[in-house]
């Protein structure tokens, strides 16, 4: 019996060299890319990120549970326990979710623990499957935002508190605990954008002299990002005459003009400059038929304006 209890002791001790399991935490960088503002408003974006944190270790460790806690310590910019990205160009902020899995169905904020379990350690080491290796966490941006273009960034510190048994053989274990420490850069980098939202068609009605045409208001629909600049080009399909746009029938012409908020022509060559806002802004102009040129016939004028808008 006194062989059998050395010769166990000896195996225990041979074990133990060989299945020892060690902990590490390192910095890592999560990049989201480059997308829209108006992508970045409409649609959460998802990404996985690893965390810094991997285990090295036997998988023959099977009868005990080994534990790894991920406590979200600190986000650089975070307001309150929600944490944000940070443009510090413009002063912008940008709310996102710690997710434990891509659908985010469970969300931890700062201050809160993540917990990895598993009674084997060969269970545990499969846990770490993001794309460097270590334990995986998601990231999801907030939706409705309405931020101008630049590098937005965070700093995620993670607090990690491990308990895994390195031999685990009939119950006997003996653990290898520690705390350590990671840190996750993140960014990424908002572009500009604008859309055209509304351009109604403009009609003058029915009249039987140039001079009795009205004055007719309308307005343009752009949106585009917040403090972008800006031009909205308005071109005829049809050749213009001296300062005049033309409506055409046939081989006749009506001339007439679009004129800027400030009530200057608006020509192909004078283009209207903006800011954005985000939101959809309203641009006034009017439509006026030239009261001066000769009388042209009766019939059915028309030109097609293309509305550009370059930022």
């Known amino acids: 019996m006194k062989r059998i209890l050395i010769s166990l002791v000896i195996l225990l001790a041979g074990w133990s060299s060989s299945l020892w399991a060690a902990c590490t935490a390192s910095s890592s960088s999560t990049d989201f890319g480059s997308l829209s503002s108006f992508t970045l408003a409409s ?22 549970t080994n534990t790894v806690t991920g406590t979200m310590t600190r986000s650089a910019n975070a307001l309150g326990t929600t944490p944000q990205f940070y443009n510090s160009s413009t002063g912008s902020y ?60 965070d700093t995620l510190t993670i607090t990690w508190n491990y308990s895994i048994c390195f031999v685990g ?18 960014q990424f980098a908002v572009t500009n954008d604008c859309a055209i939202d ?27 990002t917040l403090n972008a ?25 009506l001339q007439y003009q679009l004129y800027q908020p400030d009530g200057s022509a608006w020509t192909a060559s004078n283009d209207l400059s903006e800011t954005g806002t985000g939101a959809t802004q309203s641009i006034n102009y009017t439509a006026k038929v030239n009261p001066d040129q000769t009388n042209q ?15």
């Open 198 to 224: 509304s351009a109604p068609d403009v009609d003058f009605g029915s009249a039987s002299l140039p001079a009795s045409f009205g004055t007719i208001s309308s307005t343009l629909g752009i949106r585009c």
């Open 94 to 153: 940008v709310p996102y979710s710690i997710c434990g899995d891509s659908g985010c169905s469970t969300v931890y904020s700062i201050g809160s623990s993540k917990t990895w379990s598993s009674t084997s350690l060969l269970g545990l080491l499969g846990l770490f499957n993001a794309s460097d290796g270590t334990l995986p966490l998601y990231l999801k941006t907030a939706t409705g935002t309405n931020v101008p273009a630049g590098t937005y960034t």
């Open 229 to 253: 600049a800006y031009s909205v080009n308005l071109a005829s399909s049809n050749a213009t005459s001296g300062d005049w746009r033309q409506m055409i029938n046939g081989t006749s012409l």
């Open 43 to 64: 649609t959460a974006q998802v990404v996985e990120t690893g965390t810094g944190f991997t285990c090295s270790g036997s998988a023959l460790s099977l009868l005990s």
């Open 297 to 311: 016939p009766a019939g059915s004028y028309s030109d097609t304006v293309t509305v550009t808008v370059t930022y």
């Open 169 to 186: 053989v009939l119950g006997i274990c003996s653990y290898t605990t520690g705390t350590v420490t990671s840190t996750i850069q993140l």
